[in-house]
């Protein structure tokens, strides 16, 4: 089983930024989830083992950034700016080693989970 840690969640004011950090013990693709306060879990973001390519829900496109370290390709970060409370979550890593294929925002394809850190945006 890989294991993923994630850390860097927060308080933070509307307009602001953070970024989020995942350590998986393998290098393998993986994806950025958040469960809202009384919501189910969403997609936010993925990155791909092999070539880097990056993917992204609708609602953060063009202000969060998922990527891998140079030094350590195990880990990958989530950097987020122009926050809105309504980012406001549980915000999950997972790792795939099955293959994301066409399916990167589905739950299924992901078999290792992080435990969770929180992020609060006020307004």
């Known amino acids: 089983q890989v294991q993923v840690v994630e850390s860097g969640g927060g308080l933070v004011q509307a307009g602001g930024s953070l970024r989020l950090s995942c350590a998986a013990s393998i290098r393998t693709s993986m994806g950025w989830f958040r469960q809202p306060p009384g919501k189910e879990r969403e997609f936010v973001a993925a990155i791909l083992w092999s070539g880097g390519s990056t993917y992204y829900a609708d609602s953060v496109k063009g202000r969060f950034t998922i990527s891998r370290d140079n030094a350590n390709k195990n880990t990958v970060y989530l950097q987020m700016n122009s926050l809105k409370p309504e980012d406001t979550a549980v915000y999950y890593c997972?790792?795939?080693?099955?293959?994301?294929?066409?399916?990167?925002?589905?739950?299924?394809?992901?078999?290792?989970w992080g435990q969770g850190t929180q992020v609060t945006v006020s307004s």
């Open positions: 997972a790792a795939s080693t099955r293959g994301l294929g066409l399916e990167v925002d589905s739950e299924s394809r992901y078999d290792s």
